[in-house]
């Protein structure tokens, strides 16, 4: 059976740190830091410490930015009036220490298991319906063919089942979604800034435009980068949170520029989906962007997938060549198909008309095959 062993402490109290370090046995990694910082931490089991003066503060930051997360309060003194309040948000274990040492032990340990087998169905059950998932589409280079790839994943999701899709192009200066999606819309995200702090389904839905053939709903990028400037990573947090509460599947198209807007989106995606093309420069340019996901605490264990594109025999690189130098899982190859692929973008075409279509280009074959895997 497995267990969480990522604890999250938030509080400055150093008498209970200090304790807390001597209990908990080596099977556990406790990680403080402050309320602020919850919000970048995939937290699954969080200790606040009565501090006197912002524990009530804590605990409502935890179940804000983790509200499904379990929350554990511990205090070095009793406290009525803190379990009261802690009791009034919904968080019922409460322990002192030292006194309780025994039974906060337990009740962690038991916690902890309880997280893990949660982990466990949420991961197994990750693709179906109603999970409101966001999946990312990054790369640290030009020229892997990621819009396309992230347009005709969201439309054959969209095609192949019966969930609520949501697209949003965020290459905010040039755009590209309406193109490979044959759209032209006099609408784009930046009509949601003036509704941005009550912002709900028909406020998405009035914005976004409806693929014809798929009714994907798709929030088209402004492409325009003066406007671009007024979107905020506060209006992106806020989008993609209500958009995990109406939508079933939030494909998310990102630049290849690293800003704070798409720093928000991969702290909040649950799979980022990294294009790469089979040579030595995509391995140099990827090392790279390991290296700043590491410095920017972007969380990759469980979350980061290589989807490899351009396909085909005269690659510089294998997929076992690309195993030697990163220890990701591959989410999808898709073969070549620059004839096919280009003839339908020249027509203004998307590659996806229709659920079940018999004759496929290798291209919408191999993410036909990718997303009817996951949907399974």
Same mark, same amino acid.
């Given at each position: ?32 830091? &402050?309320?602020?910082?919850?919000? /970048? ?29 379990? $929350? $554990? ?78 347009? &005709? ?36 995200? $930046? ?28 929030? %088209? ?29 939030? %494909? ?54 290589? %989807?490899?594109?351009? /396909? ?65």
């Amino acid at each position: 059976m497995s267990k969480i062993t990522d604890i999250y402490i938030v509080g400055d109290n150093a008498d209970l740190s200090a304790t807390l370090k001597e209990q908990t046995d080596e099977s556990f990694q406790l990680h403080f830091l &402050t309320a602020a910082d919850l919000k /970048k931490a995939d937290a699954q089991l969080i200790l606040i410490l009565n501090n006197g003066e912002t524990a009530i503060d804590d605990a409502q930051t935890a179940l804000s930015e983790h509200p499904s997360s379990s $929350i $554990i309060c511990v205090s070095d003194e009793e406290n009525f009036s803190l379990l009261r309040s802690l009791n009034q948000l919904g968080i019922t274990d409460f322990y002192v220490l030292p006194g309780e040492e025994l039974i906060f032990m337990e009740r962690l340990d038991a916690v902890a298991k309880e997280a893990g087998i949660k982990n466990e169905l949420e991961s197994e059950s990750s693709f179906k319906r109603g999970g409101g998932k966001i999946f990312a589409f990054y790369s640290g280079s030009g020229g892997t063919g990621k819009s396309i790839i992230s347009t &005709t994943f969201a439309q054959t999701l969209k095609l192949e089942s019966t969930a609520k899709v949501l697209f949003i192009d965020l290459n905010l200066h040039y755009g590209g979604a309406e193109t490979f999606l044959g759209m032209d819309s006099s609408r784009s995200i $930046i009509d949601l800034l003036p509704v941005m702090e009550e912002l709900g389904e028909h406020h998405i839905r009035n914005v976004s435009e409806k693929e014809e053939h798929s009714d994907l709903n798709v929030l %088209v990028s402004p492409r325009d980068a003066e406007l671009s400037e007024k979107i905020t990573e506060d209006f992106i947090v806020k989008l993609l949170r209500a958009s995990k509460r109406h939508y079933d599947f939030i %494909v998310v198209d990102l630049p290849v520029w690293m800003d704070e807007r798409t720093l928000a989106v991969l702290e909040e995606a649950h799979r980022i989906y990294y294009l790469m093309n089979l040579d030595t420069v995509a391995i140099r340019v990827l090392k790279s962007v390991e290296n700043l996901f590491q410095r920017l605490g972007v969380i990759t264990q469980d979350r980061f997938e290589f %989807v490899i594109n351009y /396909k085909a025999k005269e690659n510089e690189l294998t997929k076992k060549d690309l195993e030697r130098f990163a220890s990701y899982p591959v989410a999808s190859e898709i073969r070549k198909d620059r004839k096919n692929v280009q003839a339908y973008v020249n027509q203004g075409e998307p590659l996806r008309k229709k659920s079940q279509e018999k004759k496929l280009p290798p291209f919408s074959k191999d993410i036909h095959k990718w997303v009817h895997s996951m949907l399974k």
